[in-house]
């Protein structure tokens, strides 16, 4: 087959792989709570996708970074479409499903809302698809072995986890920069985006030096169980406070992991053996 025609044949599989792609996205962009198994598989479509966009046949293609980029977009942009299309015809099964019986629930919201659902289970890809597209360009060896299909005896990447190996690039710019940026901090040394002034009641006070200090207090902690700190206002690099904004988000993400468990086995190891109900079926004599 001569390089024509190949290149043609990975065009075609590089469409097909978009518009399942979107589908998978789409679909459990609408139906994830119920079945999450559907985030997963448009997570791995996702990947099917981008496997086929660096492919051997695909070089032709692909003479510089901006010409990548232009079919990223393309590509990225069908997806959306095909994603929007899956939602809504998931909508409308699930409406279907729940008029011919209603132990089927509807599905929440609007079509339109099911739509925009679908266009934002996209969308919320274009962040680790950019930063792939520049480890790709950095450290294509790292960037291809990211995302290539593992055997079963091998330890398999999470999303997560690829996109942390995609970030990594930026991030270090990110953590080097030196551009002051107003934070405040807390009385234990944490630092909390001040990112409109206008937003929050500014005090000034005066230490004992002689010196003015501004203040004010901040909300943190998620909706419903927040708590009100003060914070004293001043200029801090934007890499240090990138450093401790993602380490705190990193590790929040693991402490609630290990919190969580630790709580659902405390709770299980208290309950009376005779509330206790068996996971394992019992095999009848």
Excluded at 73 to 99: C, H, M, P, W
Excluded at 179 to 200: C, F, P, W
């Amino acid at each position: 087959m001569n390089k024509s025609a190949s290149a043609k044949r990975s065009q075609v599989a590089r469409k097909k792989a978009v518009k399942l792609c979107g589908e998978a996205i789409g679909t459990s962009s609408v139906t994830a709570r119920e079945n999450a198994s559907r985030a997963q598989t448009a997570r791995d479509g996702f990947l099917r996708w981008m496997r086929t966009t660096v492919s051997p046949d695909m070089d032709p293609f692909l003479g510089d970074v901006a010409e990548r980029n232009t079919i990223y977009q393309g590509d990225f942009a069908d997806i959306k479409k095909s994603a929007r299309k899956a939602a809504k015809t998931e909508y409308q099964r699930l409406v279907t499903l729940n008029q011919m019986s209603p132990e089927h629930p509807a599905p929440k919201g609007t079509e339109s809302e099911a739509e925009k659902n679908g266009s934002k289970g996209a969308r919320q890809r274009r962040r680790p698809l950019e930063n792939f597209q520049e480890l790709l360009e950095v450290d294509p060896e790292v960037a291809l072995d990211s995302i290539r299909e593992r055997s079963a005896n091998e330890p398999q990447l999470s999303w997560s986890e690829r996109a942390d190996i995609w970030a990594a690039p930026k991030r270090e710019r990110c953590a080097a920069s030196k551009q002051k940026i107003e934070v405040g901090t807390d009385s234990k040394g944490l630092m909390h985006n001040i990112a409109d002034r206008d937003a929050y009641h500014i005090q000034k006070r005066t230490l004992e030096d002689g010196t003015e200090q501004e203040y004010c207090e901040v909300s943190v902690g998620s909706p419903g169980s927040s708590e009100i700190v003060e914070v004293v206002l001043g200029l801090r690099p934007s890499g240090e406070v990138y450093s401790q904004m993602l380490r705190v988000m990193t590790e929040s993400r693991l402490l609630l992991r290990n919190a969580s468990k630790f709580v659902r086995d405390c709770e299980d190891a208290e309950t009376f053996e005779r509330h206790a109900i068996p996971t394992v079926a019992v095999k009848d004599d």
